[in-house]
């Protein structure tokens, strides 16, 4: 199972990202939960927000009301979309599905 993650860059305060997780493999994408983490330059990994095969959803109370996560069980894809950035977003972004995890997406938010 290979985990691709795109959608990273560079983008200015209040500005917009939205990452795509592509799950490539023997997995059945549709019944098992898809979540997004990021971990910023010396700091631990942290949960950012998950979703269930069901469509449940939750966020890390430090992206509530301006991150979206979602996903398309026909594409074997996950998003991520990330409005109102703040420089405290700066972190490689990964997503992960089961025990397997993407390589990371950069997102630096600057001033």
């Known amino acids: 199972v290979q985990l691709q993650a795109s959608g990273g860059g560079q983008v200015q305060v209040g500005g917009s990202l939205r990452l795509s997780c592509e799950v490539l493999?023997?997995?059945?994408?549709?019944?098992?939960?898809l979540g997004w983490y990021r971990q910023a330059p010396g700091k631990q990994r942290e949960v950012v927000a998950t979703i269930t095969s069901d469509g449940r959803t939750m966020y890390a109370d430090s992206v509530k009301g301006r991150f979206t996560i979602s996903r398309d069980n026909a594409k074997h894809t996950g998003y991520l979309q990330m409005n109102s950035l703040k420089p405290e977003d700066t972190a490689v972004y990964y997503c992960?599905?089961?025990?397997?995890w993407g390589q990371g997406t950069l997102v630096t938010v600057s001033s």
């Open positions: 493999g023997k997995i059945i994408f549709s019944t098992k939960s």
């Open positions: 992960s599905i089961v025990r397997y």
